[in-house]
C-alpha cells in the first residue's frame, strides 16, 4: 500500500469516525419512525469503520483513535436538522470513499478497491434515502462523492 493510498484511507477512516458520532446525535433528535434507519445507518458506519481498522492495520499502519467529539456543521434541534445532518453526514462519507477509488493505483488490491466501492455505494444509497426524505427532487445526485 503507498503512502497515498494510506492517506486516503485514514481520511476515509475519519469520516467513518465522525459518521458513527453524528448518528448519536441525528438518533437523539431524529422523528421516532426513523429509528430503525438511523440503526441500520449507525451500525453500517461502524462496521466500515471496523473493516477499514482492519484493513489499515493488515498493512501495517498505525491507527489514530477518534476524536472525543464532533462539532455538527449547524445546530440540531429537531427532526429536520437531524435528517440534514445524515444527508450531510452520507454525503461527506461518500466523498472521503470516492477520493480513496481515486486515490488507488494500479497495484491495490482488490479487497481496498472492493472496501472502497461498496462504501460509496452505500453511502449514495443512504444519502438517496435521507434526500428522499428530505423531499429533494431528484434525491439523487449524478456521480456521488463528487464535492459540491
Known sequence: MTDAEK?????????????VYAYGVIAAYAAP???RLIAEAGAAHRARRDTTIDTLKTAGVSVP??????L??????DPIPAARLAATVESDTAIAWRAVIEGLDSTASTQVRRLALDALTECAVRLATWQS??????P???FPGRAQ
Open 7 to 19: 492517506q486516503v484511507l485514514l481520511a476515509a477512516l475519519h469520516a467513518e469516525y465522525a459518521a
Open 33 to 35: 419512525d426513523r429509528t
Open 65 to 70: 483513535p477518534p476524536d472525543a467529539a464532533y
Open 72 to 77: 455538527t456543521p449547524f445546530p440540531i434541534d
Open 133 to 138: 426524505i428530505l423531499g429533494a427532487n431528484p
Open 140 to 142: 439523487t445526485i449524478p
